[in-house]
């Protein structure tokens, strides 16, 4: 029974303190000293007391310093402050972040330019322009002065720099430093030459796998052992990003790139509506227009010195550089073209592409609805006799 009533005296003196807090937070929040006696059930003097002595260990608490303990792995240690103090008196120029480099460079030690300037701070280290402050004020030409140095310049556009300065100050008195008489000259140039308007480029894309193929050959693979160079020839799907053809070859003709649109076709079962090809002579010739003709297929060659057309094709190939290539140690032609089907299987399976949104290529060549007869397919060769 005395261990009950202890209990129970407890709980009530815990209920009874937890209530006066309540309490004096109530006053502290600025309600009413009548409210708060009658909500709490604590006479008045009682929470005057109470809210001194609240507000008298709030500011014992407040006085008392705070410490702050660094953590041992954000602690610099004494020998790396020595030698950023050495460093920063052998050079007083530098900012903190040339000092951390330098730093990094000569000592291999990696010190954060913020650590850089409170140890500065810290030992009083100056840090020192590199150039002396002026000691007189620079002259600044009036708006007259610039009407008429303008005049002067744009009677003699013909002249340089230092000869437009020279003739100002000699002939009238108006100093001014080649580099400005130079950048008033382009002012003048730029505003009489207007530059041509940004290009307005438009992005197209097809709705509908094999609507339109772009073709082109990436001629950067330099073989090592035989010192020539090998042509990659792809054909890309305009709207899924797909490879549709993809090899290595050491000649290129106008029959390569046909054998390489047959060989597309007959994989995928369908004729393209149209074909992008540039300017190159592989990609032209009346046995190209022809076969293309007999298929109904259009045959499309880009704009001379305009590459953007085929900007879909243009970019892959930095990709296809950087993705397999550059792999390699050696560009040797017989594992470059073992390889390059892994690759392409990998690209037009796996790897997502960001203007398809992450999507592996193969889920826009899944929505193919359409496929060409089979007897079209089987006699391909014979639309090129």
Known sequence: ??????????????????????????????????????????????????RRRAIAAVRREIEIPIERKCPA???????????????????PTLSSYRVSKKLRQ??????????????RKRHSLPRIPKRPPPTFKAHRLTIAEKTFIRQKIKEKLFLGGERLAWDLRNRDGIVISASTAKRIKQNILRELNPSPPKPNWHFYER????????????EKVTLTDEDRTAFQLTLLDDYSRAY?????????TVNTTIQAM???????????????????????????QEFCRRLNIRLIHTAVHHPQTNGKLERAFRDDMNEFYKRFERWEFHPLKKNLPVYVDYRNQIRGHYALKGKPSVSRLSEQNYFALPNILDNLKNFAW
């Open 106 to 119: 000569l000592e291999n030690e990696t010190v954060n330019p913020k650590t850089i300037q409170r140890i």
């Open 262 to 288: 047959i060989t597309a076709m007959r994989k995928y079962r369908t004729i393209p509506q149209a074909i992008v090809f540039d300017n190159g002579s592989f990609f032209k010739g009346k046995l190209l």
């Open 73 to 91: 792995h954000n602690r610099l240690s004494i020998e790396t402050e020595n030698k950023v103090v050495r460093l920063c008196e052998r050079h």
């Open 244 to 252: 549709v053809f993809c090899d290595l070859f050491r000649e290129v």
């Open 1 to 50: 029974m005395k261990e009950r009533a202890s209990e129970i005296n407890k709980q009530s003196k815990d209920n009874k303190t937890e209530i006066r807090v309540q309490a004096v937070f109530a006053m502290l929040k600025g309600e009413g000293i009548r409210s708060v006696s009658e909500r709490f059930g604590v006479c008045r003097d009682t929470l005057y007391q109470l």
């Open 207 to 218: 709705n509908h796998p094999h609507r339109l193929w772009h073709g082109d050959l990436m």
